[in-house]
Nanobody
Framework: QVQLVESGGGLVQAGGSLRLSCAAS????????MGWFRQAPGKEREFVAR????????YYADSVKGRFTISRDNAKNMVYLQMNSLKPEDTAVYYC?????????????????WGQGTQVTVSS
């Protein structure tokens, strides 16, 4: 059983930056690909970014490509999401998730464990 705890959310002006962190415990962290998802009010949860088990491969939603960077530190059981050039449409609750699936997957159903989420609000 893997427990995930996100942190780092907050209120930021458009054009600003935030760094989200996700601490993992209770499992073999390096056995899981990790993803970030987000959910805005009234909308479905959507994929943001994914990183492979080793950290050598990343994949992004088109809406964040070039602005967000996902990374991980397997020695610390941590995954990060650096968010730059933030836009009001990035406002959402951000979740980190762990997946046993090796191939790239962007569907929430393919992720096995989830954190509780952290709120990101971008003002215009």
């Amino acid at each position: 059983q893997v427990q995930l705890v996100e942190s780092g959310g907050g209120l930021v002006q458009a054009g600003g930056s935030l760094r989200l962190s996700c601490a993992a415990s209770g499992g073999t962290f390096s056995s899981y690909a990790m993803g970030w998802f987000r959910q805005a009010p009234g909308k479905e949860r959507e994929f943001v970014a994914r990183i492979s088990r080793s950290g050598s491969s990343t994949y992004y939603a088109d809406s964040v490509k070039g602005r967000f960077t996902i990374s991980r530190d397997n020695a610390k059981n941590m995954v990060y999401l650096q968010m730059n050039s933030l836009k009001p449409e990035d406002t959402a609750v951000y979740y980190c998730a762990a997946s046993r699936v090796v191939v790239i997957t962007t569907t929430p159903q393919r992720y096995d464990y989830w954190g509780q989420g952290t709120q990101v609000t971008v003002s215009s």
